[in-house]
């Protein structure tokens, strides 16, 4: 069964409350819910909520024999699915257009976009690499799962801390973490996931002449997300590389509309992301810190 | 390395190829659009997005939608003008019904107290109990039997003819046979060409030299049967049902099967060749099948057909 | 994984002798296939795709059917022997879901389907050769398919795809390119200029995308010239074949002759 969509009032308010720059909760149009970030007693597990939306994001690694055709490189698998337990507009069993977008999305930000040095992750080549499974579990959706996940991923990736592992001849030792303490992946870059919802002014008597406004919303909403008619997701690093740019149909958008929200809004928001990313992973680290002191 | 270069073959007359290089080329896509007079209409062409006019002079029909105040094409086809109304008239569709028009179509699907009619438009028209001729004269009152032995008179997989009675809301086209020249087709075979080739005639039941009937429906699907005689076919008062409702076809000899399937590939030659369809041309074409002595069979050969589209095509210019 | 292939050498030419924003040859062929209600077989260079348009129709399942538009229904399927070495693709790989939904969103606000409410509009979209630029393939293909099916669209949908190597931006990829360099795709509207799709996969600079993207923008109204000649000289064909009967002596025969030609054949 398709979702009920929302209702007519509903949608009228949100139309005229946007056509004022005002939104529903109270933000200003291009701006985010503030992330929380909270970690868990072992290295690479995250939870991770903007708002109401909830996801737990947690790595794992373990020694695989590679593929042939690969002998030097790492593996990593990620596992994504969205359970009717984020909401009941998904079903079990059935994949929804939500989960396909957000799957390939985070597939090609965490994966294809070369985040974890794979050649690092080669501990006897052709022998032993290391495999790590990134398993991200949405928990509630109230709009912009995908941002949501997508930080989770690269938050847990970041966070995650393999044991050492020796290598002599073709012996192989692991060290337990009391002996030697684990290392962090090596990470090229960390990239972040901005979703902008779109939603036309309705093409009324103003839009006579020149091209429709379109208005553009930062970090959808649930409601924001269903009525939108179109959206621009767009991942980028702290350097001001692009990894994925993805806007796939929806309302057409002029070139000179659509250029300034990836260089200006997104440059300035991943930048934000990144410092914030940063210090909570420093506290983290800190109170990790102390911890040990005591033991 | 081994390197592979593909050969396309040249498939058909749109076929094409060009290689550009953009920053070069000077853009030409309005070419010949800006000034063209609309009087002229009958030959103009558009494609979806192309300026046809002002929408301060003009209204705009199907076909076109408007913004920033000019009337814009959205399909590919001719531009016709009727005073201010302006219409495109795409050159490739599905059916767009009008009332009256007489169509054939093919059950379904059986509903409470109606059927489902696939006739070739955007949606499946729709056949009230209440819009066809029931056994027992044509003034009988409908029983709640009937709706019980809908599938004695049509079920799912039956042709039949009907004419266009109205429209719902949706735009479904809703459809009657409460003439007796209508209803259940059997006889012969259908044959189905692109609507717009199916031009609007005095009488869409034609009625061939060589013991053939045709049923011309405008939805572009067409029945091909054996002739039927009309002492046969009327009678307001025998009103028979087991005929009308028949699923048995009446024997057919071999001479009016070789013709019926001569007229059916005649008219897929000419569909082919998208040349609209009408009584003369058709004529024509028989005879000319006749005089030339072909086979049934070769006619769907290439040559033949073009052979025979030229033949055909020739004499009426 | 640096490769030994040289994308642009010196002399400003590509790998298979093209210039920096030379695009491959274009076949467009739109005669009907099978009883499609349009079709389009489309190459790109080695890039063939074969999109036919089923519909408006009746939609088949009814719980699919919207009240007040037409459900678009895309998909897609890739020819095992498409690339050079032979795979299968299910059905439920989520790679084809994703392209079979972004060509859909993409071609839902361009479709008039608020014109055929209850109805469905089917592309089945065979991808029968890739050599890079399979998206764009896709998506011209699909607009040539819908505008031969006579369904409404505001506009053409033309796609090319874009790719930058080092500080040079390159015109419609090939896979030995697009395995190397970062590739965009930009859909255009032609007539408003508006984009409707775009679509990065790999790490790009800002500068260098705005770069491409107007590259790649200015590149899609030329290709619309080329899908607008093929469309305007099927219609023109369709028209003339026509007008050979109905046109010149459509008039004359409306009248009286036919009612004769009803009698004499009545006669028989």
């Known amino acids: 069964m398709r979702p009920p969509s929302p209702s007519i009032p509903e949608r009228e308010f949100l139309f005229t409350a946007l056509k004022q720059s005002l939104r529903l909760d109270g933000r200003s149009p291009l701006e985010m819910r503030t992330p929380s970030l909270i970690f868990g007693p072992e290295f690479g597990w995250v939870e991770c909520s903007l708002g109401k939306t909830r996801v737990i994001a947690s790595v794992d690694g373990k020694m695989v024999k590679p593929p042939p055709e690969r002998p030097f490189e790492g593996i990593i698998t990620i596992q994504s699915e969205i359970s009717p337990m984020a909401s009941s507009e998904y079903e079990v069993g059935r994949t929804s257009d939500e989960e396909v977008t957000l799957t390939r999305i985070l597939d090609k930000i965490l994966r294809r976009s070369d985040v974890v040095d794979k050649e690092s992750l080669c501990i006897l080549a052709g022998q032993r690499v290391w495999q790590l499974r990134l398993t991200i579990h949405c928990l509630a959706d109230a709009g912009n799962l995908l941002d949501c996940a997508c930080l989770a991923g690269i938050v847990a990736l970041k966070h995650f801390r393999r044991p050492e592992v020796e290598v002599i001849g073709d012996e192989v030792t692991v060290h337990a973490a009391t002996e030697r303490a684990p290392l962090p992946l090596s990470l090229h870059h960390t990239p972040f996931c901005l979703t902008f919802a779109l939603f036309p002014e309705s093409t009324s008597s103003t839009s006579s002449t020149s091209t429709p406004v379109i208005i553009t919303i930062l970090d959808p909403s649930l409601l924001e997300y269903r009525l939108a008619t179109g959206f621009l997701h767009v991942a980028m690093n702290a350097q001001r590389e692009l990894c994925v740019v993805q806007k796939a149909g929806g309302v057409p958008l002029a070139l000179d509309q659509l250029l300034p929200l990836i260089k200006d809004v997104a440059v300035t928001k991943v930048r934000e992301l990144d410092a914030f990313v940063e210090s909570r992973m420093k506290d983290d680290w800190e109170g990790r810190r102390k911890l040990v002191e005591v033991s | 390395m081994i390197t592979f270069t593909s050969f396309p073959a040249q498939l058909d007359d749109y076929d094409y190829g060009a290689t550009r290089h953009p920053p070069e080329v000077e853009d030409d896509i309005r070419m010949d659009m800006d000034e063209d007079d609309l009087d002229t209409a009958g030959s103009r062409l558009t494609c979806p997005g192309d300026y046809i006019t002002s929408s301060q002079a003009f209204m705009r029909g199907h076909g076109t939608y408007v913004e920033n105040e000019e009337v814009l094409a959205s399909v590919a086809g001719t531009v016709e003008r009727v005073n201010k109304l302006v219409t495109v008239r795409a050159i490739r569709t599905r059916y767009n019904p009008e009332v009256g028009d007489l169509v054939v179509g093919r059950i379904t699907e059986v509903q409470p107290r109606r059927w489902k009619v696939d006739a070739n438009s955007r949606q499946d028209a729709v056949l009230m109990l209440s819009s066809v001729n029931l056994p027992g004269g044509v003034q009988r009152r409908k029983l709640e039997s009937d709706e019980l032995h809908m599938r004695n008179f049509f079920e799912e997989g039956d042709l039949l003819v009907a004419e266009v009675q109205a429209f719902f809301s949706d735009g479904a086209m809703s459809l009657h046979t409460r003439s007796l020249k209508y209803g259940k087709l059997r006889n012969g075979q259908l044959v189905s060409i692109p609507p717009i080739l199916v031009r609007r005639l005095k009488s869409h039941f034609l009625v061939l030299p060589c013991g053939v009937d045709l049923i011309l429906g405008l939805n572009g699907y067409i029945w091909v049967s054996k002739h039927v005689k009309e002492s046969e076919q009327e009678g307001e008062e025998g009103f028979d049902a087991e005929a009308v409702y028949s699923n048995q076809n009446d024997d057919i000899d071999d001479a009016t099967r070789a013709a019926i399937s001569r007229v059916s590939n005649i008219i897929s030659i000419l569909a082919g060749h998208f040349v609209p369809l009408t009584d003369t041309v058709l004529l024509e074409a028989y005879e000319w099948v006749l005089d030339q002595d072909i086979a049934v069979k070769d006619l769907i050969q290439e040559d033949v057909g073009d052979a025979l589209v030229t033949a055909v095509v020739g004499v009426q210019e | ?268």
Not at chain 3, 105 to 130: C, H, K, M, N
Not at chain 3, 166 to 186: F, G, I, Q, R
Not at chain 3, 218 to 245: N, Y
């Open chain 3, 1 to 268: 994984m640096a490769s030994r292939i040289e994308i642009l050498n010196e002399g400003g030419y590509r790998s298979d002798g093209r210039r920096q924003y030379e695009l491959r040859s274009i076949t467009i062929d739109l005669t009907p296939q099978g009883t499609a209600d349009g079709s389009a077989l489309i190459t790109h260079g080695l890039t063939q795709v074969l999109v036919s348009v089923f519909g408006p129709r009746e939609a088949k399942m009814r719980r699919e059917t919207l009240h007040d538009r037409a459900n678009v229904n895309v998909e897609v399927g890739v020819a095992p022997f498409s690339t050079g070495e032979r795979r299968r693709r299910g059905r439920g790989d989520k790679r084809i879901l994703e392209f079979a939904s972004t060509i859909k969103s993409t071609f839902e606000p361009v479709i008039q389907t608020t014109l055929y409410p209850r109805s469905q509009i089917d592309i089945y979209i065979q991808i029968l050769q890739q050599d890079g630029s399979v998206l764009p393939a896709c998506i011209n293909g699909t607009t040539l398919a819908l505008i031969t099916a006579g369904v409404p669209l505001l506009d053409f949908i033309c796609c090319i795809s874009g790719g930058v190597h080092s500080t040079h931006p390159l015109l419609d990829l090939t896979t030995l390119e697009e395995n190397d360099v970062p590739s965009v795709s930009v859909g255009v509207m032609p007539k408003t200029g508006r984009v409707v799709l775009v679509s990065l996969e790999t790490r790009l600079h800002v500068d260098r995308f705005e770069e491409v993207c107007r590259v790649a923008w200015e590149a899609g109204k030329v290709l619309h010239g080329e899908m607008r000649k093929a469309v305007r000289e099927r219609t023109g064909g369709l028209v003339d074949a026509m007008g050979g009967v109905a046109g010149a002596g459509g008039a004359g025969r409306g009248g009286p002759g036919e009612g004769d030609g009803d009698e004499r054949m009545v006669d028989y």
